[in-house]
Protein backbone atom coordinates (compact mmCIF):
# COMPACT_ATOMS: atom_id res chain seq x y z
CA UNK A 1 0.00 0.00 0.00
CA UNK A 2 1.62 3.26 -1.07
CA UNK A 3 1.61 6.78 0.98
CA UNK A 4 -1.13 8.01 -1.37
CA UNK A 5 -3.57 4.93 -1.09
CA UNK A 6 -2.71 4.94 3.05
CA UNK A 7 -3.60 8.73 3.34
CA UNK A 8 -6.83 8.48 1.13
CA UNK A 9 -8.31 5.25 3.57
CA UNK A 10 -7.20 7.88 6.34
CA UNK A 11 -9.55 10.31 4.83
CA UNK A 12 -12.07 7.84 4.84
CA UNK A 13 -12.12 6.94 8.16
CA UNK A 14 -10.43 3.97 7.54
CA UNK A 15 -7.73 3.31 9.90
CA UNK A 16 -5.29 0.26 11.08
CA UNK A 17 -4.56 0.03 14.38
CA UNK A 18 -1.05 0.11 13.94
CA UNK A 19 1.25 2.29 11.57
CA UNK A 20 4.84 2.46 11.10
CA UNK A 21 5.97 5.95 8.85
CA UNK A 22 9.63 6.37 8.50
CA UNK A 23 12.19 8.40 5.67
CA UNK A 24 13.70 11.59 5.36
CA UNK A 25 11.06 13.16 3.81
CA UNK A 26 9.59 15.23 6.45
CA UNK A 27 6.99 17.06 5.30
CA UNK A 28 5.19 13.83 4.19
CA UNK A 29 5.75 11.92 7.56
CA UNK A 30 4.45 15.55 8.75
CA UNK A 31 1.03 15.26 6.73
CA UNK A 32 0.32 12.15 8.38
CA UNK A 33 -0.28 13.77 11.75
CA UNK A 34 -2.06 16.26 10.30
CA UNK A 35 -4.50 13.56 8.29
CA UNK A 36 -4.83 12.37 12.00
CA UNK A 37 -6.29 15.46 13.57
CA UNK A 38 -8.77 16.04 10.83
CA UNK A 39 -9.76 12.41 11.65
CA UNK A 40 -11.02 13.26 15.11
CA UNK A 41 -13.64 15.78 16.79
CA UNK A 42 -12.04 19.16 16.49
CA UNK A 43 -13.66 20.08 20.01
CA UNK A 44 -12.56 16.83 21.60
CA UNK A 45 -9.36 16.51 20.22
CA UNK A 46 -7.11 17.17 23.54
CA UNK A 47 -8.99 13.86 24.70
CA UNK A 48 -8.79 11.96 21.76
CA UNK A 49 -5.07 12.46 20.32
CA UNK A 50 -1.67 12.56 22.42
CA UNK A 51 1.65 13.03 20.63
CA UNK A 52 4.74 11.16 22.35
CA UNK A 53 8.53 12.18 22.19
CA UNK A 54 10.08 8.26 21.32
CA UNK A 55 13.32 9.72 23.06
CA UNK A 56 11.66 9.18 26.47
CA UNK A 57 9.06 7.28 26.08
CA UNK A 58 8.95 4.01 28.59
CA UNK A 59 6.56 0.81 28.08
CA UNK A 60 3.97 1.79 31.23
CA UNK A 61 3.54 5.22 29.28
CA UNK A 62 2.89 3.64 25.83
CA UNK A 63 0.54 1.10 27.52
CA UNK A 64 -1.24 3.50 29.54
CA UNK A 65 -1.70 6.05 26.89
CA UNK A 66 -2.96 3.17 24.28
CA UNK A 67 -5.83 1.53 26.84
CA UNK A 68 -7.14 4.98 27.10
CA UNK A 69 -11.02 4.86 25.20
CA UNK A 70 -11.97 7.57 23.43
CA UNK A 71 -13.92 10.21 24.49
CA UNK A 72 -17.05 11.18 22.72
CA UNK A 73 -15.10 9.96 19.46
CA UNK A 74 -14.47 6.90 17.39
CA UNK A 75 -11.14 6.34 18.06
CA UNK A 76 -7.51 7.28 20.19
CA UNK A 77 -5.00 8.15 18.34
CA UNK A 78 -1.38 8.23 19.83
CA UNK A 79 1.80 9.65 17.98
CA UNK A 80 4.64 8.29 18.93
CA UNK A 81 7.72 10.42 17.30
CA UNK A 82 11.38 8.91 16.65
CA UNK A 83 10.53 5.51 18.86
CA UNK A 84 14.42 4.73 19.90
CA UNK A 85 13.27 0.93 19.38
CA UNK A 86 12.92 1.18 15.93
CA UNK A 87 16.56 2.57 15.34
CA UNK A 88 17.85 0.06 17.50
CA UNK A 89 18.28 1.58 20.75
CA UNK A 90 17.05 0.50 24.02
CA UNK A 91 17.72 3.55 26.10
CA UNK A 92 14.41 3.12 28.36
CA UNK A 93 13.60 -0.56 27.80
CA UNK A 94 14.77 -3.32 28.69
CA UNK A 95 14.60 -6.63 26.76
CA UNK A 96 11.37 -7.93 28.78
CA UNK A 97 10.29 -4.32 27.91
CA UNK A 98 10.46 -5.09 24.21
CA UNK A 99 9.41 -8.21 24.11
CA UNK A 100 6.16 -7.24 25.80
CA UNK A 101 5.30 -4.49 24.01
CA UNK A 102 5.88 -6.69 20.23
CA UNK A 103 2.67 -8.90 21.78
CA UNK A 104 1.21 -5.97 22.58
CA UNK A 105 0.93 -4.48 18.87
CA UNK A 106 -0.76 -7.65 18.10
CA UNK A 107 -3.67 -6.96 20.48
CA UNK A 108 -4.25 -3.48 20.48
CA UNK A 109 -7.55 -2.30 21.29
CA UNK A 110 -9.83 -1.57 18.62
CA UNK A 111 -10.83 1.72 19.50
CA UNK A 112 -7.38 2.73 19.01
CA UNK A 113 -4.53 3.75 16.38
CA UNK A 114 -0.86 3.40 17.19
CA UNK A 115 1.48 6.14 14.99
CA UNK A 116 5.11 5.63 14.76
CA UNK A 117 7.12 8.15 13.08
CA UNK A 118 10.61 8.09 12.41
CA UNK A 119 12.41 10.89 10.78
CA UNK A 120 14.97 8.85 8.98
CA UNK A 121 15.81 4.94 8.90
CA UNK A 122 14.40 2.47 11.22
CA UNK A 123 16.58 -0.93 11.41
CA UNK A 124 14.49 -3.07 9.48
CA UNK A 125 15.98 -6.26 11.35
CA UNK A 126 13.95 -5.41 14.68
CA UNK A 127 11.22 -7.58 15.31
CA UNK A 128 8.84 -4.74 16.57
CA UNK A 129 9.22 -3.40 13.05
CA UNK A 130 7.97 -6.81 11.51
CA UNK A 131 5.33 -6.79 13.64
CA UNK A 132 4.31 -3.84 12.90
CA UNK A 133 4.72 -4.47 9.12
CA UNK A 134 2.76 -7.73 9.99
CA UNK A 135 -0.45 -6.41 11.41
CA UNK A 136 -0.83 -2.90 10.63
CA UNK A 137 1.23 -1.03 7.72
CA UNK A 138 4.48 0.60 7.18
CA UNK A 139 5.35 2.63 4.93
CA UNK A 140 9.15 4.07 3.77
CA UNK A 141 8.50 8.02 3.01
CA UNK A 142 11.02 8.55 -0.14
CA UNK A 143 10.59 10.95 -2.46
CA UNK A 144 7.68 11.58 -5.00
CA UNK A 145 7.58 10.00 -8.46
CA UNK A 146 7.91 12.42 -11.19
CA UNK A 147 3.81 12.43 -11.79
CA UNK A 148 2.94 13.03 -8.29
CA UNK A 149 5.90 15.69 -7.78
CA UNK A 150 3.93 17.43 -10.65
CA UNK A 151 0.67 16.96 -9.08
CA UNK A 152 1.70 18.30 -5.90
CA UNK A 153 3.76 21.31 -7.47
CA UNK A 154 0.58 22.39 -9.30
CA UNK A 155 -1.39 22.15 -6.23
CA UNK A 156 0.61 24.04 -4.07
CA UNK A 157 0.84 26.78 -6.70
CA UNK A 158 -2.67 26.67 -7.01
CA UNK A 159 -3.05 27.04 -3.52
CA UNK A 160 -1.26 30.07 -3.30
CA UNK A 161 -3.70 31.47 -5.86
CA UNK A 162 -0.96 31.94 -8.81
CA UNK A 163 -1.27 30.88 -12.48
CA UNK A 164 1.37 28.75 -13.78
CA UNK A 165 1.43 26.71 -16.89
CA UNK A 166 2.62 23.10 -17.09
CA UNK A 167 5.74 23.62 -19.06
CA UNK A 168 6.40 26.07 -16.15
CA UNK A 169 5.81 23.47 -13.50
CA UNK A 170 8.18 21.08 -15.16
CA UNK A 171 11.08 24.04 -15.83
CA UNK A 172 10.62 24.70 -11.81
CA UNK A 173 10.92 21.07 -10.48
CA UNK A 174 14.04 20.44 -12.83
CA UNK A 175 15.65 23.47 -12.07
CA UNK A 176 15.32 22.60 -8.18
CA UNK A 177 16.79 19.59 -9.29
CA UNK A 178 14.57 17.15 -6.60
CA UNK A 179 14.65 14.36 -8.38
CA UNK A 180 18.38 14.46 -8.77
CA UNK A 181 20.21 11.21 -7.15
CA UNK A 182 22.51 12.87 -4.88
CA UNK A 183 19.96 15.93 -4.00
CA UNK A 184 18.81 16.48 -0.47
CA UNK A 185 16.17 18.63 -1.06
CA UNK A 186 12.68 17.48 0.57
CA UNK A 187 9.36 18.74 -0.42
CA UNK A 188 9.38 21.70 2.06
CA UNK A 189 12.54 22.88 0.46
CA UNK A 190 10.21 23.12 -2.57
CA UNK A 191 7.31 24.43 -0.82
CA UNK A 192 9.34 27.52 0.38
CA UNK A 193 10.66 27.93 -3.17
CA UNK A 194 6.81 28.24 -3.78
CA UNK A 195 6.16 30.18 -1.14
CA UNK A 196 8.79 32.34 -2.07
CA UNK A 197 7.59 32.66 -6.03
CA UNK A 198 3.82 33.21 -5.17
CA UNK A 199 4.95 35.84 -2.70
CA UNK A 200 7.16 37.86 -5.43
CA UNK A 201 4.58 37.62 -7.91
CA UNK A 202 1.38 38.46 -6.47
CA UNK A 203 -2.15 36.76 -6.09
CA UNK A 204 -3.93 35.95 -9.64
CA UNK A 205 -0.07 36.90 -11.89
CA UNK A 206 1.45 34.24 -13.84
CA UNK A 207 4.83 32.66 -13.01
CA UNK A 208 6.80 32.74 -15.98
CA UNK A 209 10.30 30.87 -16.65
CA UNK A 210 12.04 34.67 -15.93
CA UNK A 211 10.79 34.76 -13.10
CA UNK A 212 11.70 31.12 -12.11
CA UNK A 213 15.07 32.22 -12.64
CA UNK A 214 15.55 34.83 -11.11
CA UNK A 215 13.82 33.51 -7.39
CA UNK A 216 16.01 29.59 -8.67
CA UNK A 217 17.66 28.25 -5.94
CA UNK A 218 20.59 27.52 -8.64
CA UNK A 219 20.90 31.93 -8.54
CA UNK A 220 20.31 32.55 -4.94
CA UNK A 221 23.36 29.58 -3.84
CA UNK A 222 25.48 31.43 -7.01
CA UNK A 223 24.74 34.86 -5.10
CA UNK A 224 25.57 33.51 -1.86
CA UNK A 225 28.85 32.16 -3.84
CA UNK A 226 29.55 35.79 -4.81
CA UNK A 227 28.73 37.09 -1.35
CA UNK A 228 31.45 35.37 0.32
CA UNK A 229 34.07 35.95 -2.53
CA UNK A 230 33.23 39.73 -1.92
CA UNK A 231 33.88 39.12 1.66
CA UNK A 232 36.78 37.07 1.03
CA UNK A 233 38.39 39.99 -1.18
CA UNK A 234 37.11 42.86 1.39
CA UNK A 235 34.98 44.69 -1.32
CA UNK A 236 31.96 45.74 0.98
CA UNK A 237 30.00 48.06 -1.76
CA UNK A 238 29.96 44.58 -4.34
CA UNK A 239 29.01 42.06 -0.84
CA UNK A 240 26.49 44.96 0.47
CA UNK A 241 25.14 44.93 -3.33
CA UNK A 242 24.08 41.32 -3.39
CA UNK A 243 22.42 40.92 0.01
CA UNK A 244 20.46 44.15 -0.65
CA UNK A 245 19.34 42.38 -4.20
CA UNK A 246 18.58 39.10 -2.58
CA UNK A 247 16.89 40.90 -0.23
CA UNK A 248 13.99 42.42 -2.77
CA UNK A 249 14.00 39.01 -4.59
CA UNK A 250 12.26 37.60 -1.27
CA UNK A 251 15.70 35.95 0.65
CA UNK A 252 15.11 36.67 4.15
CA UNK A 253 18.27 37.79 6.36
CA UNK A 254 17.93 34.52 8.31
CA UNK A 255 17.77 32.09 4.95
CA UNK A 256 20.77 34.34 3.92
CA UNK A 257 22.97 33.79 7.41
CA UNK A 258 21.86 30.21 7.07
CA UNK A 259 23.08 29.52 3.54
CA UNK A 260 26.51 31.53 4.31
CA UNK A 261 27.00 29.47 7.64
CA UNK A 262 26.36 26.61 5.11
CA UNK A 263 29.14 27.20 2.68
CA UNK A 264 31.52 27.97 5.12
CA UNK A 265 31.07 24.80 7.06
CA UNK A 266 31.42 23.30 4.08
CA UNK A 267 35.16 24.66 2.85
CA UNK A 268 35.57 23.93 6.45
CA UNK A 269 35.09 20.44 5.52
CA UNK A 270 36.70 20.53 1.93
CA UNK A 271 39.75 21.94 3.53
CA UNK A 272 39.81 19.46 6.35
CA UNK A 273 39.77 16.74 4.01
CA UNK A 274 42.19 17.80 1.18
CA UNK A 275 44.66 18.26 4.26
CA UNK A 276 44.36 15.16 4.74
CA UNK A 277 45.59 14.39 1.06
CA UNK A 278 42.43 13.48 -0.56
CA UNK A 279 41.70 14.69 -4.18
CA UNK A 280 38.66 17.75 -4.95
CA UNK A 281 36.97 14.02 -6.74
CA UNK A 282 36.93 12.07 -3.36
CA UNK A 283 36.09 15.10 -1.34
CA UNK A 284 33.07 15.39 -3.26
CA UNK A 285 32.04 11.64 -3.02
CA UNK A 286 32.78 11.86 0.73
CA UNK A 287 30.36 15.00 0.92
CA UNK A 288 27.98 13.44 -1.36
CA UNK A 289 27.99 16.66 -3.66
CA UNK A 290 29.25 17.84 -7.02
CA UNK A 291 32.90 18.42 -7.51
CA UNK A 292 32.21 21.88 -8.85
CA UNK A 293 31.18 22.61 -5.34
CA UNK A 294 34.11 21.23 -3.32
CA UNK A 295 36.40 23.06 -6.10
CA UNK A 296 34.10 26.24 -5.08
CA UNK A 297 34.77 25.79 -1.64
CA UNK A 298 38.56 24.85 -1.86
CA UNK A 299 38.83 28.20 -3.80
CA UNK A 300 37.11 30.39 -1.09
CA UNK A 301 39.16 28.89 1.40
CA UNK A 302 41.97 30.31 0.50
CA UNK A 303 40.15 33.46 1.03
CA UNK A 304 39.56 33.27 5.31
CA UNK A 305 41.80 31.22 7.74
CA UNK A 306 39.89 29.04 9.98
CA UNK A 307 40.00 31.40 12.80
CA UNK A 308 38.25 34.15 11.13
CA UNK A 309 35.70 31.42 9.66
CA UNK A 310 35.18 30.03 13.24
CA UNK A 311 34.82 33.82 14.46
CA UNK A 312 32.10 34.72 11.03
CA UNK A 313 30.11 31.05 12.44
CA UNK A 314 29.77 32.21 16.19
CA UNK A 315 28.74 36.28 14.94
CA UNK A 316 26.17 34.71 12.42
CA UNK A 317 24.90 32.51 15.15
CA UNK A 318 24.73 35.24 17.79
CA UNK A 319 22.80 37.02 15.27
CA UNK A 320 20.46 34.67 14.58
CA UNK A 321 19.45 34.18 18.45
CA UNK A 322 19.04 38.44 18.75
CA UNK A 323 16.74 38.79 15.70
CA UNK A 324 14.38 35.66 16.73
CA UNK A 325 14.42 37.65 19.79
CA UNK A 326 13.72 41.00 18.89
CA UNK A 327 17.03 42.12 20.25
CA UNK A 328 18.34 43.00 16.77
CA UNK A 329 16.96 43.89 13.90
CA UNK A 330 17.50 41.86 10.67
CA UNK A 331 19.05 44.80 7.97
CA UNK A 332 21.48 45.98 10.91
CA UNK A 333 22.59 42.57 11.50
CA UNK A 334 23.82 41.89 7.66
CA UNK A 335 25.16 45.27 7.65
CA UNK A 336 27.44 44.46 10.42
CA UNK A 337 28.26 40.93 9.15
CA UNK A 338 29.92 42.90 5.50
CA UNK A 339 31.40 45.99 6.90
CA UNK A 340 32.88 43.66 9.90
CA UNK A 341 34.53 40.69 7.98
CA UNK A 342 35.48 43.34 5.05
CA UNK A 343 38.00 45.24 6.88
Known sequence: MNYKDIIKSMNNNEFKNVYLFYGREFYLIENVIKTCKKSLNESMIDFNLDILDGKELTLDQILSNAETLPFMDERKILIIKDFELLKGKKKNFSDSDESELIEYIE????????????????????????????????????KLSDM??????????????????DSEIMYFIEQEGYRDKNSEKTLSDLENEIN???SFVGK??????????KLSQKKVENDIF???DEIGNKNSSHAMKIVTD??????SVLGIFAMVSKQFKLVMQARQLQNQGYSSKVIAEKLSTHP???????KQGRLFADEAVVDMLNFILESDFKIKNGLMKDNLAVEILVSKYCQ
Not at 246 to 251: R, V, W
Request: proline share 1%; net charge positive; glycine share 4%.
Open 226 to 228: KLI
Open 107 to 142: KVPSTTVIVFLVYGDVDKRKSLVKKINKVGIVNHCD
Open 196 to 198: KIA
Open 148 to 165: DLFKWVKNRFKQNEVYIN
Open 204 to 213: GNNVTKAIID
Open 246 to 251: MILEGE
Open 292 to 298: FVVTKAL
